[in-house]
Structure formats: structure tokens, C-alpha cells
């Protein structure tokens, strides 16, 4: 069983609308949680990073939020844009410094 | 730029011949990963080299996987006699250090198509 999963899989939003993306783990000891975003054809790029003590960080129109106790983090993203269409990968950094990713959520904005 | 570059973008080849792929990381990154991605799959952890240690290899799917890597600097990733099943993208990135709160910074890949 993965040890990091997103829900949904994909996703298709109206642009300017907000979504929300869903990231699970039972990775433990956590020692941080990074999403990044993977346009098509590119190498991922990191969003947001944040550790134990952090509930929620933004970066522009992302905001990443995180539950320790759960062990459930979410992204939202704030009116789309057609440029935010991509995968957004949610990676656990364990204790033993192995990274654990998710599979990804593929978003897709249209017009 | 500065980022991490890989070469060649694209590679197709014949089942059964050997390539290799090469992975220039951010100078003065001393973290450096290997990962393959199917199509429509996660990251898959394949090895990790971190300064002059022994690299983590356990990701590594077979005998026909290898990497080396000299000091911080290129490292390439060699596949020999190359199967079907072998076709995804390969992305080579670099840190900082390893973990921690340095991000990992990727490449754009290398997309291997074994026909």
C-alpha cells in the first residue's frame, strides 16, 4: 500500500473557480511535507513545504494546509487559472529522510 | 540557466540495446536522485547519491540498472540491454542536502521509448 495517497485523481475545473486537493500519508516519523506541481512534460516544481509545528502556508493563489494528528494535508488553489492545469504531487519526508510520493492529482482547467 | 539539466530529451531505442542517460545537477548541490515515472504513474525511487557516501541503490529495479556519479557533479544512469517495459520518463534531481527543508530540484527528464 502507498504510503502517500491523493485523492481525487483528477479533476477538471472551470477557470477563475477554487479546488481543493486531498493528500493522506501514514508515513511516520514525518519530518515534512512538500506539494509540488508537474506541468506536462516538465520536472516537478516545489509549491509549498511544511513541517510539524505548521498548519497552513501560502504561496500566491496555493495554499497547503496540514493535520499532524490526522495525518491529512490539502492544497487549494484560488480562481484557476488555465496555467495551474498540471499534476500536484503531495512527497512525505519520513524520519530516515526517505521521500514517500503520491501518485498526483491531475488538474485540468478549462475556459 | 542554473537548473538541472538532462540529456538526451528524448531517446528511442531498440529492445535489447544499452543506453545511458546523463543528469548535469546545480553546481554545489551535493544530493543527487534518480526517478522514473510511467505514464500516468508516481515518482519511482530508483538511487540516491549524497557527496563521496555509498549511493542508496535499493531502488534500482534490476541488474540492468546502474549510475555513477563523480564527487557533485554529472551523473548518468545506464540501462543495458533495454526492455519494453523500461519505456517511461527518467528525472534526475538535485538538493541541497539530503531531506531536511531543501527542496529537490528537477530536470525536465529524459522520456525513453524502448521499441
Known amino acids: 500500500k502507498n504510503q502517500v495517497e491523493q485523492s481525487p485523481q483528477s479533476l477538471i475545473i472551470l477557470e477563475g473557480k477554487n479546488c481543493t486537493l486531498q493528500?493522506?500519508?501514514?508515513?511516520?516519523?514525518?519530518?515534512?511535507l512538500r506539494w509540488y506541481k508537474q506541468d506536462t512534460g516538465r520536472g516537478p516544481v516545489s509549491l509549498t513545504i511544511?513541517?510539524?509545528?505548521?498548519n497552513t502556508k501560502s504561496n500566491g493563489r496555493y495554499t497547503a494546509t496540514l493535520d499532524a494528528d490526522t495525518k491529512q494535508s490539502s492544497l487549494h488553489i484560488t480562481a484557476s487559472q488555465l496555467s495551474d492545469s498540471a499534476s500536484y504531487i503531495c512527497?512525505?519526508?519520513?524520519?530516515?529522510?526517505?521521500?514517500?510520493f503520491g501518485k498526483g492529482n491531475q488538474v485540468v482547467v478549462i475556459p | 540557466g542554473a537548473g538541472v539539466s538532462q540529456s538526451p530529451s528524448n531517446k528511442v531505442t531498440e529492445k535489447g540495446k544499452d543506453v545511458e542517460l546523463r543528469c548535469d545537477p546545480i553546481?554545489?548541490?551535493?544530493?543527487l536522485y534518480w526517478y522514473r515515472q510511467r505514464l500516468g504513474q508516481g515518482l519511482e525511487f530508483l538511487i540516491y547519491?549524497?557527496?563521496?557516501?555509498?549511493?542508496?541503490k535499493s531502488g534500482l529495479p534490476s541488474d540492468r540498472f546502474s549510475a555513477e556519479r563523480t564527487g557533485e557533479s554529472v551523473s548518468t544512469l545506464t540501462i543495458q540491454r533495454t526492455q519494453q517495459e523500461d519505456s517511461a520518463v527518467y528525472l534526475c534531481?538535485?538538493?541541497?542536502?539530503?531531506?531536511?527543508?531543501?527542496?529537490?530540484?528537477f530536470g525536465n527528464g529524459t522520456r525513453l521509448t524502448v521499441t
Open positions: 512527497v512525505v519526508l519520513a524520519g530516515n529522510n526517505r521521500l514517500a
Open positions: 547519491f549524497q557527496g563521496n557516501s555509498a549511493p542508496d
Open positions: 493528500c493522506n500519508y501514514t508515513v511516520s516519523p514525518f519530518s515534512n
Open positions: 553546481s554545489g548541490h551535493t544530493a
Open positions: 511544511m513541517t510539524f509545528s505548521e
Open positions: 534531481a538535485s538538493s541541497l542536502a539530503q531531506g531536511g527543508g531543501s527542496p529537490l530540484h
